[in-house]
Structure formats: structure tokens, C-alpha cells
């Protein structure tokens, strides 16, 4: 009689500050149960450790160590987390953050799914978009991935505004040497882009629930921009809430959020995920 082969087993986690709340770890569990396995997620919050980006080392030793598969990153690791790694995908090198590390025969490679994410939910929720010109708040790490997505999604000039000059201008650098000369620039005038722009994009962390606001005032937006967020706690931050009042087309920040986590699932467990059910668990989570 043949024996049974066990179900695969997982063990993932998330670095981040701030994260108690994220759904990610609902997201990667419910789907390994619907496909049989042995899956468990953990949160490794830097706020609760009382920690910062100079513990990084320790937690991959460590997560090594205990037999990790691979660890999710996010704000604000996604960067500082490359010099640590043994390998990078090509879109990870090219965007110039992580936010997905398969631990592997002993190599910790980088990935980036969040680009993948935010293209996804553009396609879905934002097609036919006008995309001459669009003005995105934000050059961290998730901005640099939500810029490769909007490039390659045909925007033809991206303005990039940060509170660090020299953190955008890096990054406009990196996407004009990927897309060609002139497709980003650095914005100095944000009243000027916003009245020229087609669309908003918000990286920023400005509009979570533990850092309520907007990232511009929202007197510049008016009813033909669209408008779209990254952050999915709270779903509607305030920036989408008077966009949507306007009459704006909108996108939230669920779809990014899903589809970052179904590549990262793959990665992970070397098996397909169910995007449609990994989204339609997503919205059962609102309430």
C-alpha cells in the first residue's frame, strides 16, 4: 500500500511597523486551507518589538534559523532589506524594492509582487483611463513598484512628489533609464501638475488608520481625475471619500493588496493560487 504524502507545510511571515491589522496573513492561510496544506503566517511587527530597520539582519538569521519559507515586507523595510539578500528577481533589481523573500537552499532571494499587484487592479478598475499625465504622491518602496506599473501601464509622464528630493529624484532616475528619457520627472509644483494631471496616485502612508489626513489638500482635486490608492486600511481614506464626492473615477487599495498576495503565495508554496478566491475572501473581510 502506497503512503500517503503529507500536505505540504508552510511557514511565512510579514516584517513591517504597524501591522497588527494587516489582512495578509488572513489571505495566505484561508487560501492554503482551500488547497489542503499546512499553512501558517505570522506578523513580525517592528512597532510591537519596539524595533527598527537595524534589527533586519537578526530577524532574516532568525527567521533562517526557524525554518522560515519566506517572509513578506513592507513599510519601511522594503528597501533596506536588499543588501541582505543572496539573489534578486529582475523586477525587484529593476523597481528597487522588495516586498516578498523565498527563503531557499539556504539563499534568501528577493522578489517584488507588489508592481504585479497595482497593475492588476489598475487594469481591472481604472481601463481606458486617460494617462497623458499623472501626478503620484510617494517615491518609497511601494511607490517605486506602483511607478514601474503606471510606466508600463502606458503613462506617459509621471510626476513623482516626496517629502525627501533626493528620495525622488533617485527614483525618477531609476524609471527613466527603464522607460526612456522624460517619462518621470521629480515635481516641484503640485497646484501646477494637479491641474494638468489626468490622475492622482497616493503611495504614501498618509490616510491609514494610524496616520489619518491626506497627502495634498484636497481642494485640488476636481471631478475628471481619477484617483487611486494603495492603502486598504481603512478601504476609503479620506482622499478616496471626497474624490468619490466629486464624482472621480476611484480604485482603492484591495485589488493591490490581493494580487501582490497571490504571486507571493506562489512563490512561496510553488503552487497556483485561486485569485478569484483569495478576492472574494479579501471583501468578506470588511465588515
Known amino acids: 500500500m502506497t503512503a500517503k504524502l503529507a500536505p505540504p507545510s508552510i511557514l511565512a511571515g510579514l516584517i513591517g511597523a504597524g501591522i497588527q491589522a494587516s489582512r495578509t496573513p ?32 537578526h530577524l532574516l538569521d532568525s527567521a533562517e534559523h526557524c525554518g522560515f519559507t519566506g517572509l513578506n515586507i513592507t513599510f519601511p523595510c522594503k528597501q533596506a532589506v ?9 523586477e525587484a533589481r529593476s523597481i528597487g524594492a522588495v516586498n516578498t523573500v523565498v527563503l531557499r537552499d539556504g539563499k534568501r532571494i528577493g522578489h517584488n509582487t507588489d508592481c504585479l499587484g497595482f497593475a492588476e487592479g489598475f487594469r481591472r478598475g481604472l481601463d481606458a483611463a486617460a ?36 528620495r525622488a529624484q533617485s527614483l525618477v532616475d531609476n524609471l527613466n533609464a527603464h522607460f526612456g528619457a522624460a517619462r518621470a520627472r521629480v515635481g516641484h509644483d503640485l ?20 496616520l489619518p489626513g491626506t497627502p495634498l489638500p ?3 482635486l476636481r471631478t475628471e481625475l481619477w484617483v487611486a490608492e494603495i492603502i486598504y486600511l481603512p478601504l476609503q ?9 466629486l464624482g472621480c473615477r476611484t480604485l482603492d487599495g484591495s485589488t493591490m493588496a490581493v494580487f501582490q498576495a497571490v504571486k507571493a503565495f506562489e512563490l512561496f508554496t510553488g503552487e497556483r493560487a485561486d485569485a478569484e478566491r483569495m478576492q472574494g475572501f479579501f471583501s468578506s473581510l470588511d465588515g
Open 26 to 57: 488572513s489571505l495566505h492561510e484561508h487560501e492554503g486551507d482551500a488547497q489542503g496544506m499546512r499553512y501558517l503566517y505570522r506578523i513580525i511587527d517592528l512597532d510591537a518589538l519596539k524595533l527598527d530597520n537595524t534589527a533586519l539582519p
Open 82 to 90: 536588499m543588501p541582505l539578500l543572496d539573489e534578486l528577481s529582475s
Open 218 to 220: 484636497l481642494a485640488l
Open 191 to 210: 497646484p501646477a501638475a494637479m491641474a494638468l494631471a489626468d490622475g492622482l496616485v497616493n503611495t504614501t502612508p498618509v490616510g491609514m488608520s494610524k
Open 131 to 166: 494617462r497623458a499625465r499623472v501626478v503620484q504622491m510617494g517615491a518609497g518602496g511601494a511607490g517605486a513598484a506602483v511607478a514601474h506599473a503606471l510606466l508600463s501601464e502606458g503613462v506617459e509622464q509621471l510626476s513623482i512628489f516626496d517629502v525627501d528630493a533626493g
Open 237 to 245: 481614506t479620506e482622499l478616496l471619500a471626497h474624490a468619490r464626492s
